[in-house]
């Protein structure tokens, strides 16, 4: 199963609606916290074009944020993202 890293702050409510949404589903996944990090921030926008978290990854495919986690999931595409043939 590929890793799925979140990148989030400890105040943000979709970031963790995210990783309950992702321990519901069994998916593991690595947490980032960017709070209070601002180089850390910086390398997000640098990676994503993104400010805002969370921003998802699985493996190196960009997700985006929570409602596209939930988007891509319920078109059937998160689990066939994460358990590759």
């Known amino acids: 199963m590929k890793t799925v890293t979140i990148y989030s702050t400890n105040w943000c409510p979709y970031c963790t609606a995210a990783k309950r949404f992702l321990d519901q589903k069994g998916v593991p996944w690595e947490d980032i916290d960017l709070t209070g990090d601002d180089s850390g921030r910086e390398a997000l926008v640098e990676r994503t074009g ?33 358990t590759p043939a």
């Open 50 to 82: 993104r400010r805002t978290v969370p921003q998802i990854f699985v493996g190196e495919t960009h997700v985006g944020g929570y409602d596209d986690l939930r988007a891509l999931d319920s078109r059937g595409g998160l689990m066939p993202l994460v």
